[in-house]
């Protein structure tokens, strides 16, 4: 990795004034408070773009006695109710000028992403759209949370009200920083007060986050970011005592080790793990349609999507003319910076993911697996990596079993329907699927059939504010978006009164 310059003026790409801007600040802290501040100790880490390896930034590098400040201060922030008690409307006004505001600096958060995460720059349009209208979806809500009156016997009245659970601690992944303002509103609007911890890979969008949202009027405190590593930050946040709830998005180990400790204070946690997606491909399906969302479902974000269509299951009819297809799609990709528009596929995150990536296609070719595209590193700037597609994968090899996060396409086949379901819900996932067929009830047997949080029919990889987003099995069991994400951050409280003898 060449480490060549913190300074923005010597950073490759034409980027816009505020991005430049931004990039000068000599550190990005933690918010606390409302104040940018750096780790107590004063460490700090490097900000390094994927695509060039070149430091761009330099971020706090955080220790327990951080998120013990940013945890306080959330608990104070949520306990005196500077922004529970603030009355529901207001709650939303403020919310919606924080939409406003980054719908406004979509270009900076953007380019910011692309610097950070090695995204591409249309992909990055997609991520802040996705959290702008996670962020007015949620704003709507504080109006609308209300509890029930259940039946009771005549002597007795009793209301449930839906509370705040309290203060929220966030762990996030890298692999679309930004998107992350949608979460953190869903726990705003339930009233929660936020401490974020961003992956330590991408730092950089959390902290103008938090800064966007006091300008929205967030009162100082709700919604704190700390910075740092994850066995260090991110476990002190899990246990900390004053902290309520988890909300975590990240990989399957992390997540396990996260609902363990949390478990010693009996904390609520809400987990999103990845997947490894089933696309299956019925004969009948629009093969063209399919293919373009099979290499779309694959090569966006080089793979580093939870719900990436990593198993692809073609029915052994239209297999070789289906896979065909995908490696028309796929072969002449090109790779480059994220703000080239001609680029296609930008890099994988960090050093360590593009090694990761590297040992699964060794893995599976060691396995027998046929490699049918690519299967190298890419150049040997940045941490690319070629799109790979590996054919006569069988469901008991690992390229078929766990999830790699990279641009690593494993083709299966089937024979029968039934097979086809086997085969899909033979995982230790359970994301989410895609079923490609002209038939309706073959769509909806599928749609019973497959064990996944989300299941996609004759399209892929569709998100909306409005609908949960979420896995079963070791996918997890929160509900990201949608009404349902509301449940996970709200707890019921009975209110008994004894009205009569
Ligand atoms: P990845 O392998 O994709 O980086 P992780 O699950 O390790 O996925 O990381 C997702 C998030 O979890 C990051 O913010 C990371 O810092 C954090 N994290 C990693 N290890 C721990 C841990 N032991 N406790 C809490 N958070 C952690």
């Not at 992390?254 to 490894?276: H, M, Y």
């Not at 083709?411 to 359970?430: P, Q, T």
């Not at 004759?458 to 609908?467: E, F, I, K, R």
């Amino acid at each position: 990795m060449t480490v060549q310059s913190a300074d923005p003026a010597l950073y490759p790409h034409a980027l816009s004034e505020s991005t430049v801007k931004t990039l000068r600040r000599p550190l990005f802290g933690h918010v606390i408070e409302g104040e940018t501040v750096p780790a107590l100790d004063g460490a700090t880490m490097p900000v390094i773009d994927p695509a060039t390896g070149i430091r761009t930034a330099t971020a706090a590098a955080g220790t327990s006695d951080d998120v013990t400040a940013a945890v306080r201060s959330a608990r104070t922030a949520f306990d005196d109710g500077r922004w529970r008690l603030l009355a529901p409307l207001e709650k939303e006004r403020r919310l919606r000028r924080l939409a406003a505001l980054l719908a406004e600096r979509a270009d900076l958060f953007g380019e910011i992403d692309v610097i950070d995460a090695g995204l591409l720059r249309g992909y990055t349009t997609f991520v802040v759209d996705g959290a702008v209208a996670g962020v007015e979806y949620y704003a709507g809500w504080p109006t609308k949370l209300h509890g029930t009156i259940p039946a009771v016997p005549s002597e007795f009245a009793v209301y449930e009200m839906r509370e705040p659970i309290g203060v929220i601690g966030m762990i996030m992944p890298w692999n679309g920083p930004t998107f992350v303002l949608g979460f953190v509103a869903a726990a705003l609007a339930a009233g929660n007060a936020v401490v974020l911890k961003p992956a330590e890979q991408t730092p950089l969008s959390a902290v103008l986050m938090a800064e966007l949202a006091l300008e929205a009027g967030i009162p100082p405190g709700v919604f704190n970011v700390v910075q740092g590593l994850g066995e260090t930050v991110g476990a002190a946040l899990v246990t900390a005592p004053e902290v309520d709830a988890v909300s975590f998005t990240g990989s399957v180990a992390t997540g396990s080790a996260i609902q363990a400790a949390a478990a010693a204070r009996v904390k609520r946690v809400s987990l999103e793990l990845g997947g490894k997606s089933a696309f299956i491909v019925f004969p009948d399906a629009d093969l063209e349609a399919a293919a373009t969302s099979a290499a779309m479902g694959v090569w966006g974000a080089s793979g580093q999507v939870c719900t990436a269509a990593t198993r692809v299951l073609a029915h052994r009819d239209i297999r070789d003319e289906f896979v065909s297809l995908v490696l028309d799609r796929s072969r002449d990709l090109r790779l480059g910076s994220g703000f080239d528009p001609a680029t296609q596929m930008g890099p994988v995150v960090s050093a360590d993911q593009l090694a990761r990536v590297q040992s699964y296609v060794d893995i599976g070719r060691a396995e027998g697996a046929e490699l049918v595209l690519g299967g190298e590193r890419h150049g040997d700037v940045g941490f690319f990596h070629q799109p790979t597609v590996f054919t006569g994968v069988r469901n008991d090899m690992r390229i078929a079993r766990e999830e790699i996060f990279g641009p690593v396409m494993s083709v299966l086949d089937f024979g029968s329907e039934d097979e086809a379901y086997a085969i899909a819900n033979d995982s230790d996932y359970g994301l989410a699927a895609g079923v490609w067929t002209e038939n309706l009830s073959l769509a909806h047997r599928a749609s019973r059939a497959l064990r996944t949080g989300t299941v996609w029919v004759n399209t892929y990889q569709m998100v909306y504010p409005t609908v949960p987003y979420g896995g079963v099995k070791l996918s997890g069991h929160g509900r990201a978006l949608g009404a349902a994400a509301l449940d996970d951050l709200t707890v019921p409280k009975s209110v008994w009164m004894k009205v009569g003898s």
